[in-house]
Structure formats: structure tokens, C-alpha cells
């Protein structure tokens, strides 16, 4: 099994950027879909990006298409999230996932996947 262990949140200005880290301890990491959900307060938990256990599939939901960015390394047990031109609307605790399956395309629903983070804080300030 695999523990994520998310960094890199804050506050940052509208417009800005900010990079997410996610460390997975464990054996065996590059056998895991990686995925980043975020939860903002008082909605429900929803899916932002996942990458497959090679980086050769990504998925992106609409809201951050071409902005957001999801990458990972291997050799280091890590999957990035690159967020640019960040909005109000982003403000949310972004919580990394771990999913054991060596399907091509990752999944975008969150009960699907097998460890979870504690999450991080984002804050867009307007």
C-alpha cells in the first residue's frame, strides 16, 4: 500500500500559480493511478485531475482544462499538479489519491480510489 502526503498549498492572488506535490510512501508507487480531488466548504468532494501509473493518461476535469496541470515521477513516488491563472472558485482543501490498477485510462470517481491524503489548503483571494 501507498500513504500520500500532499504539500505546496497556500494563499495566493488571483491569476497566480501555485505547484501541489504529492508524496506516496510505500513499494510500489508507479503501479498506482494517481488522482487530486478538492473539497470547498460546504460542497461536496470533486474530481480535478488523475494520471495513470505510467503518465501516459491523463484525465482533467472541465472546470480546470488548460489550466491545471497533472504530471508525475516515478523515480521519486510523486505526482504534481501545476495550477495556473488560479480563481476565487478554486479555493478548496486539494486532497491527493492513490488507486491500485494498471488501467490505461484513470478514473475520475473518488470512491473508486484506495488511500487518501490529508489534504492541503488552497485559498485564491479575489
Known amino acids: 500500500q501507498v500513504q500520500p502526503v500532499e504539500s505546496g498549498g497556500g494563499l495566493v492572488q488571483a491569476g497566480g500559480s501555485l505547484r501541489l506535490s504529492c508524496a506516496a510512501s510505500?513499494?510500489?508507487?508507479?503501479?498506482?493511478?494517481m488522482g487530486w480531488f478538492r473539497q470547498a466548504p460546504g460542497k461536496e468532494r470533486e474530481f480535478v485531475a488523475a494520471i495513470n501509473w505510467s503518465g501516459s493518461s491523463t484525465v482533467y476535469a472541465d472546470s480546470v482544462k488548460g489550466r491545471f496541470t497533472i504530471s508525475r515521477d516515478n523515480a521519486k513516488n510523486t505526482v504534481y499538479l501545476q495550477m495556473n491563472s488560479l480563481q476565487f472558485e478554486d479555493t478548496a482543501v486539494y486532497y491527493c489519491?492513490?488507486?491500485?490498477?494498471?488501467?490505461?485510462?484513470?478514473?475520475?470517481?473518488?470512491?473508486?480510489?484506495?488511500?487518501w491524503g490529508q489534504g492541503t489548503q488552497v485559498t485564491v483571494s479575489s
Open positions: 510505500g513499494r510500489s508507487f508507479s503501479n498506482y493511478a
Open positions: 489519491a492513490a488507486r491500485n490498477r494498471l488501467t490505461y485510462r484513470p478514473e475520475t470517481t473518488g470512491d473508486l480510489y484506495d488511500y
